[in-house]
């Protein structure tokens, strides 16, 4: 059975950058309900149970049809916010170091222009999604709550929440405030040591 995870911060950690109010919704309701759904379609296949979430979401086309669709979606629901709430700290904002801060750079000029690359991205969702940073780089974009697993990619080193749930109740519709907000709030410490450490 998955749980919701603990955050390693309080509701509140963010200031105005996210409210309180937003947090709480959005990981006591949202991902609790998405980790209560994966939890009631892996019911219906109990063979997948000792599977990692990792290799669920890696393998979404040759699931059982009857759980695919949710798995997908709650299991993937569940797998990025798990990884979006360690993306962010109330230490963030500062830029990244070392060996990432170099791949960013001489891929993208400066840090600005990794951060413009990005933003560009994720106001460019359609819909609901998530923008992500991949360790060769690249910045993708997927929509729902599929993540860079679905399509055989590695794991991302960074990732943002772009549904509306994320931002509507401070920012109301304006997206790319919400993104303004949230470089105040990144961990690189987390991206960091997702790229050093990366097989
Ligand atoms: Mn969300």
Known sequence: MYTLPALDYDYDAFGTYISKDIMELHHSKHHQTYVDKLNAALEQAPELQSKKLEELLRNVDSLPENVRTAIRNHGGGHYNHSLFWKFMSPDGGVE?????ADALNSKYGDFQGFMDAFS????????????WLQPDMSIVTTPN??????????EPLLGL?????????DYT??????????WHVVNWHEA????????
């Open 161 to 169: 929440d772009v549904w509306e749930h994320a931002y509507y109740l």
């Open 145 to 154: 709550q599929d993540s860079p697993l679905n399509s055989g990619a590695p």
């Open 173 to 182: 519709y304006k997206r790319p405030d919400y993104i303004k907000a949230w």
């Open 96 to 100: 990244p170091k070392g060996a990432l």
């Open 192 to 199: 960091q040591r997702r790229f050093e450490q990366q097989p």
């Open 120 to 131: 560009t991205a994720a106001t460019g969702v359609f819909g609901s999604g998530w923008a």
